[in-house]
């Protein structure tokens, strides 16, 4: 491809706000901080409000900018589509970035619901005929400590897994006069808490363990129903609504709760919420085992607990594993032991790997039919609240983990 021969990856990418600026960042480190076949050349970002996006392009630091992603697709200097839209175009834009022979990235949730996410697991498949690679951008999986659970419970270090407990909590809504922004419209965002982030904790705890969700029992709630409709619809940054402002429906979960049973035998609890008032940004995963314990905070994220239960009972405890090593995934690339890394770095790391796969002809992870995998979890979770937290069996898609 042209992309081996001139060793460079041209990215557009589709989107500037919260995600596109952690992705631009990623797409600005990477080959600084890694070792890699092919330099990555940020081409143009793409955004429908000119002075805006013309702007997020030089702060960014972006070649250029467009202001239709259709013409970002067209050229034929790019390489790879970024997609860091909300939910309600990711099917679009991606299908056909992917008819035009483009690598694409695209951030979580794959789509607003599951027909969405099958029709781009559809055009993935068909794509990678052609040598076209995909990635959802589920970033949590490439911070270190998530990584080395992984690689721990692969080894067999906590036996056989009987708990999965993950919780991941904010708390930006509580304010109920906080606006209606697009997140908390179905039609825009597919779900709440629930897709938003619970999404993540799915995701991660898959890939931790590599057992699947098999089924659930689900509650969500939608604690303030109506909102004030902004002026701009905008993020997590927009402000509140000023006072004699008009009203409009909030259509998403404010908090889903859900138990759910894993394809090698463990019971699990999943909380995903932006009502628990004073946690930012709380992401929690405990693995219980028949040989030991593993603990992942991301407001510590550079750190793992472990409790071995195969050392003798008087050495016994948790015990905190500082995962800056150079043997620890990714670590190499940063600094000397003790001298730790961020949030920004798991989306570096998503890049690196992104970027590896492409130059070797390989497909990343996770992919689009892993992604579809989460969706069907996401659906199941909303057809169980839905019907009184029924119990509800998950469609299983055929990839390997
Ligand atoms: C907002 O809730 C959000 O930005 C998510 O969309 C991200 O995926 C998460 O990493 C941080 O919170």
Redesign the pocket.
Known sequence: MSTIDNKELRVGMVGYA??GA?HSQAWRTVNRAFDLPLRVRMAAVCGRDEAKVAEAADRLGWDGYVTDWRELIARDDIDVIDVCTPGDSHAEITIAALAAGKHVMC??PLANNVAEAQAMVDAATAARESGIRTLC?F??RRVPAAALMRQMIAAGRLGVIRHVRAV?L?D?ITDPNFPLVW?LQQERAGSG?LG??G??IIDLTQHITGQRITGVSALTETFVKERPIPTEMS??AASSAADGQAYGQVTVDDAAVFTARLSGGAIATYEAS?FAMGRK?G?RVEINGSLGSLVFDLERLNELEFYDATLPAAEQGFNRILVTEPEHPYLSAWWPPGHIIG?EHSFTHQARDFVQAVAEGTDPHPSFEEALGVQLVLDAVQRSAASGSTWTQVAQPQYAA
């Open positions: 919260f995600m952690a951030e979580k951008g970033n949590y991941y904010q930006w997140r808490a938003d982030i999404a993540h993020g997590l932006r940004n992401l949030y």
